[in-house]
């Protein structure tokens, strides 16, 4: 648990402990649903790493990657959008990755994750040597949307055809995610199994904030500000929503129907009356 401090004043308005629990029931929607890794069908499972500059995701995709005895595939998934910059500033601030800072600077970020793959997860390299591990690299896209198609176009110019795919993506982007390879995949006769961790916010008796996220450790440097992970999860919903405003199919057509619960849309409702009115 890591402890900091909000500094916005709009922020400082939803920490609250209804506000609390409110993002963390928006939250936990959007980082579901998760499925756990396992080695089960590896002939024919395909796990794909989203680009983002939460690096906790790339670590657990190369952790289990790492543990798989059998030929496996993975896909590297991103190019250059209007967030890589903060791709670049997590490796910077990174204890470890810092290091390497310096070399991934104007790179795509499928191509920052196989920087980061090779020089610390070394074995991952000698899978890729010896045949192993099949690696794909994706490092055009720059949207959630285009990952989804130009993951599919890569397994498709490599005769690929799985039958399960886990999607590794950062909490806040998860739900859409896989509802935009739901809409890309339509017809194909493969599993989807998204992935990623559920980050919680706790309000201290100081009033600071405190991350948890179940399964993993997580340290502050490695997640939002709160400011941003607020903004961020505040903007997901209006675009899930399958209405004329929305991503889905009776609005921009962009991914899959999403039914958005009753209580995540109260709770969205009330932390964005907050944020607004406090303006």
Known sequence: MSAFIARPTEVHTL??????EDINTVSSFLA??????????PAHTVYVLIGSAILPTAEAIFDHVSRCTHPVTLVLAGGIGHSTSLLYDAVSRHPRYSSISHLVKQLPEAQVFKLLMTDFWPDLGKKVDNGILTLLIDDRSTNCGANAIE??????????????LFIVQDP??????????EKVFQGSNVELLPWSFFPRLSLLHDGTV???AEDRKVENHELWEPSRFISLILGEIP???????GYGPRG????????????????WSRLNTVSVSRR
């Open 239 to 245: 675009r899930l929503r399958d209405d004329e405003k």
């Open 15 to 20: 920490l609250t402990s209804r506000g609390i």
């Open 252 to 267: 921009a057509g962009f991914i899959a129907h999403v039914d958005i619960p009753e209580a995540v849309e109260q709770a």
């Open 210 to 212: 405190s991350w948890e």
């Open 32 to 41: 579901s649903p998760s499925h756990a890794f396992d080695f089960s069908d």
């Open 151 to 164: 993951t599919k176009r890569e397994l498709d110019g490599h005769g690929i055809k799985p039958k399960r």
């Open 172 to 181: 806040t982007m998860n739900r859409r995610t896989f509802a935009t390879f």
